[in-house]
């Protein structure tokens, strides 16, 4: 399975869990060492501790019937960086 469809089973699981349009920027690394890819996806409006773990679980179950390793973080995306910030 190549980088670009994992992301997007990430983003599919994701914006079912919080909508699309919270979705606010992904970033993907690798492949590593024994692993198939790095993503950290950024979601506006969530606490990462309390409303992330059914998804990050539903994931994590996904890939490892699929026998992949695919360290995922769904962070809280950062309010008022970039041009807001500037403004």
């Known amino acids: 399975m190549d980088k670009e469809e994992i992301v997007q089973i ?5 914006s079912k869990e919080f909508g699309a349009e919270r979705i606010k920027d992904v970033e993907y690394f690798g492949p590593y060492e024994d692993e198939d890819l790095d ?15 059914g998804v990050s679980m539903r994931l994590f179950d996904m890939f490892l019937e699929m026998d ?15 041009e807001e910030a500037a403004a």
């Open 10 to 14: 990430i983003l599919n699981e994701v």
């Open 39 to 53: 993503v950290i996806v950024y979601v506006e409006g969530i606490d990462e501790r309390n409303d992330t773990v």
């Open 68 to 82: 992949l390793d695919v360290p995922l973080r769904i962070a809280r995306a950062k309010e008022g960086t970039g």
